[in-house]
Every structure is written in structure tokens, then in C-alpha cells.
């Protein structure tokens, strides 16, 4: 059995969700573990990660308006000396969440045919965000 | 250091909570593993998996009945072409996720009481769904 | 590779974030494990985990209020046989789920600055909790 980490930085531009699976399918393809877990973590409290459906676009603007939506930006919040989006922020973040744990068949991460890897950015400005990520199998 | 895979396939009828649990102990016990982790992953985009009480069905029902009252078939979307139902359980599989790790102790998962595996089906019609199961444990 | 496993017990009082990122890095030093994965798992179905900021008090505030008015219990339940706070509770547990996953980079757990790890309390009356914990890794 063997492990190893890597870490992906991406930078985002904006509230969106920003997909990465192939980064992940890269990277895993180099360490030659074919069968195992791989796990991902987002090491930030407004941005979070999610699997949804890679195919149609309008589905990844429709989950971020449901969001918006959830957590508007114009209710009234006690923490608020970071801007308005701040706290929507940090509450699409516990909805969505901070890890993705995806096993390994074949080399490959188990996805079905429509499942695509995101960051979703919560913030309305430009940010690097890191994602931790680690394989274990052999 | 072992490791072990396998899929579940659950025939599903309508929006609902599956309960699988015994599916995954029983393969767990197949595996000898006493000792380890156990990661649950769903291959879909409108069908999730959530960890919640067994005991009274009508705690299933609430549940649901939150999840379409959060993201109702009547609302607006940008993507409708798959039908009233379709973008909903997306938003449903958003907020439930595709993923469950469960420890693994004395060679059965460390579930409280309480707690059943459910497959949460968001589709009007009957489905196929694939339920990827890892072990690593000894 | 090598695998530990303990339980962390949380008394609680009242619907509240409690953190205890602190017990999971003390256990984790105590292993010897510097590279691998961490795995949390609440065994209930009225208190969840979740990560979020740990820096300024009024973001928890803020989160409990969101999900307080998400399934408020003044909110009609068909499940309701166990007090009014029961049925909101296992839905609050639904949208912040029972485990995460996180990596271990040079002997600890890969969180971000403003990342800690909580126990969410949503039941009124006081509880013991009980956490699993496991990490496998070398």
C-alpha cells in the first residue's frame, strides 16, 4: 500500500463553481495507483467543494443562484465587518462542504458519466484558493 | 494493510430514502476487514447519500418533504430541459453529497443507534443507481 | 502503513458549535502518524460536524441562526412525537453531515488559517456525543 498529497491551487475570479477533475486525473495517473481512495480538502471557510453534472452549464449557474438565494447577501448578519458576501460566504460553505472522498477504479477516479469535480468560490473577488489532496491504495 | 472494492446497485421508484445498510455490512463482513475505513460514493448527479435515523419513517419523510419545499419543481430554472424534477435533484444531491466515510470497529461500521445508510433517490422515475464501496483496513 | 483509531466524547448544552480541533491534533501527535488521512464521524443523528471559521464567535452565531430559520420549529413536522426541536434537528444534521475527511501534512491535520473543526449541537437538552476518529497513514 502506499499514499501520496499534492496540493492544487486555483484562482478564481468571481462567485462560480470552477471544475478541476482533470487535474485530479492527472495528477492521480502519476502516482500509478490504480486502485484506492483519493480525498480532497478545501483548506478555506468561503469556498467549499462539490461533485455536480459537467455536461450543461446553466445547471452550475442554477445551483449558484439556489445559493444565493439560500444565503442572500441582503439579510442582516452579526458578522459583517468583512462585506456583505463574506457571511453568505461561510454559510454556502457548511451547506456544500470542505471535503470530497472519491475511490479508484482502474486508475481512474469512480465518477459516473456526468460527475465533475468543483471549487465553488464564494467570495465576489479574486482569490487563490488551495485544495489538499490525498491518495492512498496501491 | 488490505484493501476492497465493490459496487451496489439499488433499483429505485420515485423520490425516496433507500436504506442499505445491511448491503454494506454484509459485504463488509465478506471482506474479513475488522479494523479500517469504509467510503460510500455515488455515481450520480440526482440521487445522493445521507447517514440519518432508521427507526421512525416518518423522520424520512420530514426529510424529504424539506428537500422539495427548499428547492421546489414549481420554482424558475435556466435548465428545464430534462424536465420539472430534473434541476431540483440536483440541488438536493448538492446539498446531501455524493459521499459517506464510515470507521470501521470490531469488523462493522461504527454506526450509532440510530443511524441507517440511505441512497436519497430525486427523480420522479424509476432509476438504476451504482454505489461505489472502498475498504483499506486490516 | 499503520492505522489508529479512538472516540472523543463532547458533552453538550444546548445548539451551539463546539470545537475540538484541538482533541483531534493532540490524539493525531500521540499516533506518530506525520503522512495520511484523518476521518471524523459523529454517530448521531441530531448533532453533525462541520469545519468553518474559528477566529471570530458571531460566524457560528450567524451559521446556528441560518440553520435555525432553514427548519425552523415552528415549522409543522409529521415527526414531531419527540419534542419540537427533534425533526429540525435531524434536518440540520442532513445539510452538515456525520463525517470529514482530512489530510495529514507533516504531522497535522491540513486545515486552513481560519479553519476548526466543530461538533454542532441541535438538540436543546444537554447530550453526551460521541465522535469516532480514525487515521491511517505512516
Not at 27 to 39: E, N, Q, R, Y
Not at 97 to 102: K, Q, R, T, V, Y
Request: aromatic share 6%; glycine share 6%; charged share 20%.
Amino acid at each position: 500500500m502506499h499514499q501520496h498529497q499534492t496540493s492544487f491551487t486555483l484562482s478564481t475570479n468571481g462567485q462560480a463553481l470552477y471544475e478541476f477533475t482533470q487535474d485530479v486525473e492527472s495528477w492521480l495517473a502519476s502516482t500509478g495507483i490504480t486502485t484506492g481512495l483519493v480525498t480532497l480538502f478545501c483548506r478555506h471557510t468561503s469556498a467549499s467543494l462539490l461533485i455536480n453534472e459537467n455536461a450543461a452549464p446553466a445547471v452550475q449557474r442554477d445551483l449558484l443562484r439556489w445559493l444565493s438565494k439560500a444565503a442572500p447577501e441582503s439579510d442582516i448578519y452579526e458578522h459583517d465587518d468583512e462585506g456583505p458576501d463574506d457571511m453568505p460566504a461561510h454559510i454556502r460553505t457548511m451547506l456544500t462542504g470542505a471535503s470530497l472522498s472519491i475511490p479508484v477504479v482502474d486508475g481512474q477516479l469512480a465518477l459516473g458519466t456526468w460527475q465533475g469535480v468543483y471549487l465553488a468560490e464564494h467570495r465576489r473577488i479574486p482569490h487563490t484558493r488551495r485544495v489538499v489532496a490525498h491518495v492512498i491504495g496501491e
